[in-house]
Nanobody
Framework: QVQLVESGGGLVQAGDSLRLSCAAS????????MGWFRQAPGKEREFVAA????????YYADFVKGRFTISRDNAKNTVYLQMNTLKPEDTAVYYC?????????????????WGKGTLVIVSS
């Protein structure tokens, strides 16, 4: 069983930056691919970014390329999402996801583990 706890959300202005963190329980963090998804009010949850187990390969949704960076620290059992140049349309609850499959944390298939989410609000 893996437990994921997100942190770092908050209220910021357009153009600001935030760094989200997701701390995972357990000793097998390095065997899981990790991802970030988001869900805006009234919309379906969507893929944001993912990273493979070693951290050598990352994936991004088109709408965050060049602005967001996903990274992981396997020694700290933590994955990060650095968000720069935030826009009001980035307002959403951001969820951390974990799965053995990198395809699953990219939105292709069912994810094994989800965090409860952290709210990001970007004001204009």
């Amino acid at each position: 069983q893996v437990q994921l706890v997100e942190s770092g959300g908050g209220l910021v202005q357009a153009g600001d930056s935030l760094r989200l963190s997701c701390a995972a329980s357990g000793r097998t963090f390095s065997t899981y691919a990790m991802g970030w998804f988001r869900q805006a009010p009234g919309k379906e949850r969507e893929f944001v970014a993912a990273i493979r187990q070693s951290g050598s390969t990352t994936y991004y949704a088109d709408f965050v390329k060049g602005r967001f960076t996903i990274s992981r620290d396997n020694a700290k059992n933590t994955v990060y999402l650095q968000m720069n140049t935030l826009k009001p349309e980035d307002t959403a609850v951001y969820y951390c996801a974990s799965d053995m499959s990198s395809r699953a944390v990219r939105g292709f298939g069912t994810v094994d583990y989800w965090g409860k989410g952290t709210l990001v609000i970007v004001s204009s």
